[in-house]
Nanobody
């Protein structure tokens, strides 16, 4: 059993910043890839950023230079620092943990960016 608990979402004005956190607990063995996805209104879920077990990162083109993903392996926690937020970043943000071939998801946290 694996649980992912996200926090840090909210309402922010365009140009502002937010920091999301996702703490993983349960039957986690070793260090595994983690990431953030988002689903905007009327849109499909899309990748935002991922960080591998080795610490390599990858970002969607739409957030490069504005968002930074990081992790604290000792705490099984992944973070997403979001700067220069835009109204189009409005979405429910989901944390993802991949263990072998299984994907685990958090419950989602709402991020709303007002213009």
């Amino acid at each position: 059993q694996v649980q992912l608990v996200e926090s840090g979402g909210g309402l922010v004005q365009a140009g502002g910043s937010l920091r999301l956190s996702c703490a993983a607990s349960g039957s986690i063995f070793g260090i595994n890839p983690m990431g953030w996805y988002r689903q905007g209104p009327g849109k499909q879920r899309e990748l935002v950023a991922v960080i591998t077990d080795g610490g390599r990162t990858n970002y969607a083109d739409s957030v490069k230079g504005r968002f930074t993903i990081s992790r604290d392996n000792a705490k099984n926690t992944v973070y997403l620092q979001m700067n220069s937020l835009k109204p189009e970043d409005t979405a429910v943000y989901y944390c993802n943990l991949r263990i072998l071939i299984r994907n685990y998801w958090g419950q989602g946290t709402q991020v709303t960016v007002s213009s």
